[in-house]
């Protein structure tokens, strides 16, 4: 049997955790932290569907939470390759160097 | 459970999982383009005969996937589309100095992750098959790696489509949390008037709109899309432009239509809003592009636009409406990028708009199929993209969507500003000698964009034989 986890103060934090996540994709320009912060924001629905879960009592909540690490560690790969491709040209991890395509 | 009976309900997917290790085993054996070229076209082509060879009346294959007409008939469009896109993928990519083999494994994986895509009734397989499609489609933007703005726009994908779907799984973990159901289908009836009501449950259904949105290029989330239209290479551009699209599109639809009823006010004005606001910001957007491929990004945020239209309509009419659309649309889309791939040459695209400068003076047949292609998307009629309009109206007129249909309509005659723009630029004379549009000879292609300017016209002009179909597939979903 689970033990209980209040809903409200869990959900939150996952809340506060996503928008760090949301607010370090947007203001970081170094791509490594970006892809980091990215983590931070898979994880933070990841507990929000183990809170919810929780309340629940159903297992699904976690099952979601191993699909959405197991999802996390593919897209991180393929980003990897790009930043690697990426240093390869523009000899930086900066974001601002991605600035050809525009109006 | 699965079991055995339930298992040849996902035959095409279980044949796209098959040819994509196939590939990437023959890759370890030897390196063929060829092969790879014919046998993913082979795999295509197996999947969809394999639909026929189903039969299925909206059955449940364990809680996460449901098969019925609705889904069948867009696993069928999708796998269609992608067939197109490896056939003009082969003289694209033949002459560049790449490995080639492995665009058709990530081709195969990214069309097996929208199939799954339409048939998922549960928010886990709904975002796994996302998944599977982004990230081959990371790499498929990114494919033409020694290209700077390949990566960049692989990059720019990468990150806005991870920030979407964590947006997106966060408003599921918030429906999830307020109605303890994950399955579609048994959603709506978890739905209590109190729940519809909380404002964590609208929360999570902004969320969701917004993660779902960014797929299908809404405004205003839709600033990724000319970007990555302009740098990926242009078969891909047309498998973002269609498959990702329609795949999302389809989901929603089946989400909408499972939810009917239920949800709050709210929801439908965002959509509302949505909808209008990239019908008008797509196609204004557009009047002031010089790149093709940017022109038909701008327009394709247009065309999802009028397709909510439809969506909101949330009637039997309005669903087949969108279907409807949703082939025309796949159909002009498909052969516009498959002119500017046929015409590239071995390391650039003609992407800008005086690249096709005289096109009919040098290429007639392939500048007529660009002009009905360009007419079919502004909406003219007998042309395919006319009817499906007219079905797209004829849905809002019936639900009395006033201002929806008007800026539709409206925004239409924008839209036409700019086709015609391009049109006419392949009917201005052109000195430049006659090796400019160099690429495009290679015969196979050649025939399916043939096919492609004959579907458009016979839709346009009987469109009796596309809505039987749609009529018998999808009677109710």
Known sequence: MMTH???NEGLLLAAILFLLGLIGTMTRRNIIYILMCLEIMLNACGLAFVVAGAK??????QVMFIFILAMAAAEVSVGLALILQMHHQHKTV???ALNQLKD | MI???DIHLLLPEIILGLAAIVVMLSIAVKRCHLFAHIFSL??????FISLFLIHVN??????LFITDGYSRFFTGLIIAAAFFIAAISYPYFKTRDIHKEEYYILLILATLGAVSMVISNHFISFFLSLEVMSVSMYSLIAYLKNDSIGIEAGIKYLVMAAVSASILLFGFALIYAQTGQMELSKLQGTISAAVAKDILFIAGMALVIAGIGFKMALVPFHLWTPDIYGGAPAPVSAFVATVSKGAAFAFLLRFFHDLNGSVHNSVWIAFAVIAIASMLIGNLLALRQQNIKRILAYSSIGHLGYLMVALLAASVVGIKAAVFYLVTYFISMLSAFGIVSYLSGKDNELYDLDDYKGLFWQRP??????TMVLLSLAGIPLTAGFMGKFYLLLSGIGSSLWILTIVLVVSSFVGLYYYLRVALMMFTHSELPRQKFKGGSFVPASILLALMFIFLLWIGIFPGT???IIQHLIPAI
């Open chain 2, 3 to 5: 079991n055995g009976a």
């Open chain 2, 365 to 370: 047949w392939l500048a007529a199929l660009f």
């Open chain 2, 42 to 47: 082979a795999a295509f082509a197996l999947a």
């Open chain 2, 58 to 63: 909206g059955t449940q294959v364990t809680d």
């Open chain 1, 5 to 7: 986890i209040p809903t």
């Open chain 1, 56 to 61: 629940w009592m159903q297992a699904d909540g």
């Open chain 2, 466 to 468: 596309l809505l039987d």
């Open chain 1, 94 to 96: 900066d974001v601002n």
